[in-house]
């Protein structure tokens, strides 16, 4: 407390203390808080006079006809408390200075959530209890109504699982190498969700081999030029919190992209080739409606087919691998309520196609399959894609219509809106019919499309180049920003641009990267890399 007694003289401090015990604390008439009941009617008055003055028609009839309109609604729809911050509102300055946008992000405000981005530990988009609507998330519906709008769960989940092909990705280039006289160690597998665990391990053999003077030409290349490599793994749900969540126990099988030598080499021989008839006489040409009855034959890329069934030296296939692993799986925990999700990115979305196909009719029973693919290629022709349907296999497709993989390979009336709408007429249809029964390269896509696009992201350049358009990274960031067609990127995103700046920082807009910059902020030796932090979005 401060002290008065030694600033003033006797007669003037007894004066000062009397006068003190008398007083009161004034209120102020603008504070509806008040508990003055004098002030009650002081403060009505204020308050109606406040509100006459921000409906004061001549502000009105100063501005243009639309503008007026937008001013009116905002201040007879709003609350009396928001009637001020409405009028700025109404007039959209944003919309017709554009340059006003820009420099809202260039504001403390935005600057402020960069570096939360950037320091903030771990935040997800919240895990809803999927409960009886689990069968939904996985595709029963073929995710009618969840996609455009994007549903919230649905979004979480597709993000949840392409983490699990960042895994197989880090956990392969930590040691890419094959042994060559050995069966390979068991990996360990940094799981993104501590509910699952690892149960077994993948690997791909190419059929074709590289001449041995390769070798000895450039033998720095090493693991890139080995036959057989670590692919992938599959994972069980086995945490009771987490299958109570999710409505059953998940099985997930993921798989990452190309990264060898020889796994180029397969992508490019993109010849199809008839698909190997099932047990049971199952294979066989299908009937598509579409094509008047006529028999389509299956078929698939040869390179695709070739890296899912090769065995290697010490290795089984990938084929053989899956379909073990998922009956063990099903008797282990047979009587309970399971599924199966297949999830890959690039190479590994193709190879995850093949997977859900075979995994369909592999037993009796076979649980319910999904199949979540990111940036991935046409896998077979129309026949295959029927087969997929026929088999009650679940697709969802996730792709950047700026990812040039997603194109390729087959020819141009490949593509779903143009096939769709083409063949609907006599003419083109039967052209379609004798290209795909004659061409070597009629591949047709599979299941339903999530389409995403780059230059919706605030972040990124709208020119960015063909591999951040294919990054994994760049999928998930904008999956998670994606609200729908015709809506900007969601203000709330919650994925953190840290692995962004530092996998695709030439692609990121200059006016984060230099900001960053600017923040002084060192990722490596704050140990920040890896953090999954959030940023709301500053559109």
Known sequence: MMQIG???PAVNLNQFQARRASFKCQSSPLNPLTRQSSSSNSTRVHLANLEKLLQKPPLQEK??????????????????EKK?????????LARMWPDMKAAD????????RLQQLLTKTAEYSPRNNLGRRWRDYHGLNDWAGLLDPLDENLRREVVRYGEFIQAAYRCFHSNPAMPIDEPPMPRHVPLPDRSYKVTKSLYATSSVGLPKWVDDAAPDLGWMTQRSSWVGYVAVCDDKREIQRMGRRDIVIALRGTATCLEWAENVRAQLIQMPEEEGGKGHATHDPDTHGQKQQPKVECGFLSLYKTRGAHVPSLAESVVEEVKRLMDLYKGETLSITVTGHSLGAALAVLVGDELS???????????FSFGGPRVGNRGFADRINAKNVKVLRIVNSQDVITRVPGAFFSEAGLDDKLRKTKLVGGVFEM????MPLAYSHVGTELRVDTKMSPYLKPNADMACCHDLEAYLHLVDGFLASNCPFRSNAKRSLVRLLQDQGSNVKKLYTSKAKSLSLNLEREGLMHLP?????PS
């Open 6 to 8: 030694s600033t003033l």
């Open 63 to 80: 501005l243009d006809p639309p503008v007026r309109r937008n001013v009116s609604e905002s201040l007879t729809n709003g609350s009396p």
């Open 84 to 92: 001020g911050k409405s009028l700025l509102e109404g007039l959209n």
């Open 105 to 112: 992000e260039m504001s403390p405000r935005h600057l402020n």
């Open 361 to 371: 009719t592999c037993a009796d029973d076979v649980p319910p399959v999904a199949v």
């Open 435 to 438: 290209l795909e029964d004659n």
């Open 533 to 537: 932090s959030c940023l709301p979005s």
